[in-house]
């Protein structure tokens, strides 16, 4: 990022603050009324956070089924044996100190015109605003052969929890020499960069424990995220071990035989794994496609001022499950995205003029102990749209020095403790 | 919206002298036959993929000369000896005369 780009989005910052008003404007005013949050992953949460730093009085609930949230950022450094299970897993003592009420339980069901949610307990919600956090799910059997009980012995691993530990076990099985093949989708999925730190960070695992091991990469298109710092990276720390195989090499897989670890690629070629993850289509999560914000897609489309739904009044929708191109599908970008919300939400309740929006991202990508590389955005809604700010962000330089990735990865560790502070942390 | 390159599976880079090798091609492709028509009841001009080569270096190694019966992405597969090492060529000319183009290195080992 530019230090011009910087300077623009604080100053862009200031300006929706300003517009916002400060907590004590909003007291005065009384934003009452109930603003119930569904999902506890880095949207949801932070919109829980910030809607009841902004305008205290407001009665936020967040309903998560997890008492503690495991997040996928940092979930690959766990498979290298980077970080521990414990370290990268949050819990909701923060939120409730700051006031959000924590109710553990699954969203069922929406009904928009009663402005109710159901809850997996038959508990039943009134709201005011309705904040939807809820991540991907995936589309199982859209790559046949690939279901959930596929997924069972063919982990995705794509949502941090069981399946992630599923997968590091297998890793740890696998004996010397094994192959392990990952499978990876066509745009737009959680993550962009994410399949591609995961086979870094496996290779760190297999580099230290089982050296004759390989890593195949069958990818259903032929750019990616940050593709020629990977290659350079992956090439620098790990040699010949991972081989990607782009879309116009055959590289698309179009049927999955778990029981075999077996994949099948568009020409009918065959490959097999010792250990196989899927990353399979997916699809805004469930309970979207309920309160009936999802369009033909399977994504959620958002006014690009304050992530309301485009389709429902009164719903706002964030992160992954958004249809928010060109912001990517990251935990920063639901992070901003919450924000923008939390501040435009209160500002309606209060009768006041809706905040300027900005938003930013970074995904940092670490390819080995000491070596990251990132990429950084900047962003603002222009005529309904959201368009990148001309000039701002940027990547990584390829050939950068081992001074400069080593000074990223620590960015990166940085960037996670300071992230996660911020929405699960107890109020400082 | 971009045409998505030409996809190509070669069974192997680096063939024995002799072996067979087989290769697996297809473009994004309309193929518009010419039978059809648009909303408005006009004719949509023919326009299909004409000619395919595949070289192995100069030497020609197969042509084809798709029809209007051949579906929209045509897909083709043809296989041939290993006799030297060379560049493959392969080109798809339409009635356009807009081509597509893909290489592989093949090196005898």
């Known amino acids: 990022m530019t230090p011009f780009s910087r300077r623009h989005f604080l100053s862009a910052l200031a300006a929706g603050s300003a517009t916002l008003g400060c907590p004590a404007l909003v007291r005065a005013d009384g934003a009452a009324g109930r603003v119930v949050v ?8 932070t919109a829980a956070r910030y809607l009841k730093r902004l305008a205290p009085h407001l009665q936020v609930t967040l309903v998560e089924p997890a008492q503690r949230f495991h997040t996928c950022p940092f979930s690959n450094l766990y498979l290298a044996g980077l970080r521990s299970w414990d370290s990268i897993g949050h819990g909701y003592d923060g939120l409730r100190v700051a006031g959000v009420e924590v109710i553990h339980a699954m969203a069922d069901d929406v009904d928009s015109a009663r402005r109710t949610v159901r809850l997996s307990t038959g508990q039943s919600l009134a709201w005011d605003r309705l904040v939807l956090s809820p991540g ?4 199982w059997n859209a790559l046949e052969g690939y279901d959930e009980a596929a997924a069972t012995l063919a982990p995705h691993a794509w949502k941090a929890g069981p399946q992630t530990q599923l997968l590091r076990r297998q890793m740890e099985a696998m004996g010397d020499g094994g192959t392990f093949v990952m499978t990876i989708p066509d745009n737009p999925f959680r993550c962009p960069p994410g399949p591609y ?7 760190h695992y297999f580099s230290r424990h ?3 091991a390989k890593i195949l990469l069958l990818d259903a298109k032929d750019n990616f995220s ?7 990276g992956w090439k620098a720390r790990y040699g010949d071990m991972i081989e990607w195989i782009g879309l116009s090499d055959d590289g698309q897989v179009t049927r999955v035989d778990a029981g075999q670890r077996e994949v099948l690629t568009a020409f009918g070629q065959k490959h097999r794994a010792d250990v196989l993850n899927v990353i399979p289509p997916q699809k805004a999560g469930v309970i979207a496609e309920r309160a009936g914000i999802v369009d033909a897609s399977g994504w959620v489309p958002v006014k690009a001022e304050s992530f ?13 499950a958004t249809l928010a191109a060109p912001m990517p599908k990251s935990a920063f970008a639901a992070n901003t995205q919450a924000k923008v919300a939390a501040a435009a939400i209160v500002a ?3 009768g006041k003029a809706a905040p ?5 991202n970074t995904c940092y990508s670490l390819i080995g102990p000491g070596y990251g590389i990132s990429v950084a955005g900047v962003y603002q809604a222009e005529a309904g749209r959201i368009v990148e700010v001309p000039g701002s962000g940027g990547v990584s330089p390829l050939d950068g020095s081992p001074d400069f990735r080593a000074a990223e990865a620590r960015y990166g560790d940085s960037w996670y403790a300071a992230m996660t502070a911020d929405i699960w942390g107890q109020p400082g | 919206m971009a045409v998505k390159p030409p996809r190509v599976w070669v069974s192997s880079v680096k063939p024995a002298r002799g072996e067979v090798v087989r290769v697996r091609a297809q473009i994004e492709h309309l193929m518009e036959s010419g039978l059809r028509v648009d909303p408005a009841g006009n004719p949509r001009p023919r326009n299909i993929v004409r000619s395919f080569e595949a070289r192995l270096g100069p030497q020609l190694i197969f042509r084809w000369e798709p029809g209007i019966g051949i579906a929209q992405n045509p897909y083709i597969e043809f296989t041939f000896l290993a006799r030297e090492s060379g560049e493959l060529l392969m080109l798809w000319t339409d009635e356009a005369n807009a081509t597509q183009e893909a290489r592989k290195t093949i090196t005898l080992s």
């Open chain 1, 38 to 45: 569904v999902g506890g992953g880095f949207g949801g949460a």
């Open chain 1, 136 to 139: 991907v799910d995936m589309r």
């Open chain 1, 197 to 203: 730190e995961r086979a870094a960070m496996v290779a």
């Open chain 1, 210 to 212: 089982k050296p004759r």
């Open chain 1, 226 to 232: 940050k593709k020629a710092l990977f290659l350079q």
């Open chain 1, 308 to 320: 309301e739904s485009r389709q429902v009044a009164g719903i706002y929708a964030l992160g992954d």
């Open chain 1, 348 to 350: 309606e309740l209060t």
């Open chain 1, 356 to 360: 300027v929006p900005a938003y930013a």
